[in-house]
C-alpha cells in the first residue's frame, strides 16, 4: 500500500502526465505517417497521367523508354504489364525502370487490383523490409497497366524522428512531473501536517494558538473552519469554567452560612426569638439553595435539548394575574407597588408552566433589581401577530454597558440592590427562544422594560385578521 500523500499526488500527476503523453503519442505518430504517406500517392497520382501520355504516344517497342525517363523525371519506379487473363489476373512485366530483375513487383498487390477492376487503384506494400507508395493505372479497360512505385524510407524515418522526440521530451516531462509533483505534494502535504497539529491541540483542549493558513484554496477554507472551530470551543471552554466557578460560588455562599447558622445553633445558647430567626435565615438559604438547583437543571436540560414544551393557547392576561397573586406579598415586604394590566385578551402559542416560569424571572428580577418604592407593572398584550407579557419598572435603569449582558448566565449587575444567582433572565431568554419566540430589553432612565415575546395562537391570529 501507497503510504503518504506526497508520494500518492506525485504518482497522480505522473499517470495524469503519462496518459496526456500517451493519447499524444497515439494520435500525432499515426495522423502524421498517414498524411506523409497520403501526400506521397497523392503525388504519384499527380505523376500518373504524365506516364499515361507517354506510353499511349509511343509503339509497344518504345515503352521500356517511357519506364527509364520515369526515375529521371519524376523520381519514381515505372513499371508496365502486359494483361493476359483478367480473373484471376495475370500479368507479364513487359517494362520496368529499374531494370534487371523484376521479381520484387511479378505479383504486386496494386497493380493486380487495378487489372481485375479495371480502374486505378492506389496504396501501400511491404517488399522485404521496405515500405512502397504505389499507384496502379490501366492504360485501357482491357489494355496493358502500369504500375508507379516510390519507397518510404525517408517518410517514414522522418516519422522515426519525431516520435523518438516525442518519446525523450515525454520521459523529460515525466521526470520534471514527477519532481514538480512531490515537490507540490510536500507544500500541500505541510499545510495538512500543519492543520492536523491544530486538530490535536483542539482536541487535548488547547486554544491558544490560532490554527493560520493563508491560502485561498480549499485548505485555507478548511483553515478558517478550524480556527472559527478553535475560537468557538474557547469561548465554550471559558464559559464552562466561569459557569463551574460561578455556581461553586452560588453554592458555597448558602452552604457556608448554613454551616454557620448550624454551628451557632449547637454551641451557644440562644433564646426562644433567636433561635426563630436563625432558622428563619436557614430556610431562606435552603430556599436559595433549592431555587439555584432547580434553575441548574433547567440551564443542564436546556443545554442539552431535553426540555420539552407543550405547546397550546396560553392566556397571557390569566398569567400576568397569577404573577401579580404570586409576587403580591414579596412586592409588599419590599416597598414595592405591583400592579396587573391586561389589554384585551392576548392569547400565546407556547406551555403555560414555562411561560409562568419566564414571568416568575421577569418579575423577580424586577423587585429585586430596584430600589423600594419602586412601582411594578406586569402587562400583558397583543401586537404584530405576537402575545407580549411584559414587566415594568420606573427604577433607575440599566447602564448601556450592561444592556448586551444582563442575559448571560451568572450576569449581576454590580451595585447595592444586585444579588440572586444571576440565571433568571438567562433560562427566560433560552425558554422563550424553545416557544419560538424572544426576550426584549428597552431600558432607559426611568423606565425599564423587558418583554416576552411569544408567537399568538391561531384563534388570536384569526381574531386580528378579522378585526383588519
Known amino acids: 500500500m501507497i503510504r503518504g500523500i506526497r508520494l500518492r499526488l506525485a504518482l497522480a500527476l505522473l499517470a495524469v502526465v503519462t496518459g496526456a503523453l500517451g493519447v499524444a503519442y497515439a494520435t500525432v505518430v499515426p495522423t502524421l505517417e498517414n498524411r506523409l504517406v497520403g501526400a506521397t500517392l497523392d503525388q504519384l497520382e499527380q505523376d500518373a497521367p504524365t506516364v499515361q501520355a507517354c506510353l499511349s504516344g509511343v509503339e509497344f517497342q518504345l515503352w521500356q523508354q517511357c519506364a527509364d525517363n520515369g526515375p529521371a523525371i519524376l523520381n519514381v519506379r515505372v513499371v508496365v504489364y502486359e494483361v493476359l487473363r483478367r480473373d484471376p489476373p495475370a500479368l507479364q512485366i513487359v517494362a520496368d525502370s529499374q531494370g534487371g530483375t523484376s521479381q520484387d513487383v511479378e505479383r504486386d498487390e ?187 437543571l433547567d440551564l443542564s436540560r436546556l443545554d442539552a435539548g431535553r426540555m420539552r414544551v407543550e405547546l397550546e393557547p396560553v392566556d397571557l392576561g390569566e398569567v400576568a394575574r397569577l404573577l401579580g397573586e404570586e409576587f403580591g406579598v414579596l412586592a409588599e415586604l419590599r416597598d414595592h407597588r405591583l400592579r396587573v394590566e391586561v389589554e384585551g385578551e392576548p392569547t400565546a402559542q407556547g406551555d403555560e408552566l414555562r411561560v409562568l416560569q419566564a414571568g416568575r424571572a421577569l418579575v423577580d428580577n424586577a423587585l429585586v433589581h430596584t430600589p423600594p418604592g419602586t412601582i411594578v407593572v406586569v402587562r400583558a398584550s397583543a401586537a404584530g401577530g405576537r402575545a407580549l407579557l411584559s414587566v415594568c419598572d420606573d427604577g433607575p435603569g440599566i447602564a448601556p454597558e450592561n444592556a448586551d449582558s444582563v442575559f448571560d448566565r451568572f450576569y449581576r449587575v454590580e451595585g447595592d440592590v444586585a444579588s440572586g444567582s444571576g440565571l433568571g433572565l438567562a433560562i427566560a431568554r433560552e425558554l422563550a427562544t424553545l416557544m419560538g419566540g424572544e426576550v426584549t430589553l428597552a431600558s432607559g432612565p426611568g423606565r425599564t422594560v423587558v418583554t416576552v415575546a411569544l408567537p399568538a395562537s391561531v384563534r388570536e391570529r384569526e381574531a386580528v385578521a378579522v378585526s383588519t
Open 110 to 296: 496494386i497493380a493486380g487490383e487495378a487489372a481485375s477492376k479495371a480502374r486505378p487503384q492506389r496504396g501501400t506494400v511491404t517488399r522485404g523490409d521496405a515500405r512502397f507508395a504505389e499507384v496502379a493505372v490501366p492504360l485501357s479497360p482491357d489494355g496493358p497497366v502500369f504500375l508507379l512505385t516510390s519507397p518510404l524510407k525517408d517518410t517514414l524515418s522522418s516519422i522515426d524522428v519525431v516520435a523518438r522526440r516525442l518519446l525523450v521530451g515525454g520521459a523529460i516531462a515525466l521526470v520534471v512531473a514527477l519532481l514538480l509533483g512531490y515537490a507540490g505534494a510536500s507544500f500541500h502535504a505541510s499545510r495538512i501536517r500543519r492543520l492536523e497539529r491544530a486538530a490535536d491541540r483542539i482536541a487535548s483542549g488547547r486554544f491558544d494558538e490560532p490554527v493560520v493558513d493563508e491560502g485561498n484554496d480549499e485548505l485555507g477554507e478548511l483553515a478558517a473552519a478550524f480556527e472559527r472551530m478553535r475560537l468557538r470551543l474557547e469561548n465554550l471552554d471559558l464559559a464552562r469554567r466561569e459557569f463551574i466557578a460561578n455556581a461553586s460560588h452560588e453554592l458555597r455562599t448558602p452552604l457556608f452560612s448554613l454551616g454557620g447558622f448550624l454551628e451557632l445553633l449547637t454551641e451557644e445558647d440562644l433564646d426562644d426569638a433567636t433561635r426563630r430567626e436563625f432558622l428563619a435565615t436557614m430556610r431562606e438559604q435552603v430556599d436559595r439553595l433549592t431555587k439555584l438547583a432547580t434553575d441548574l
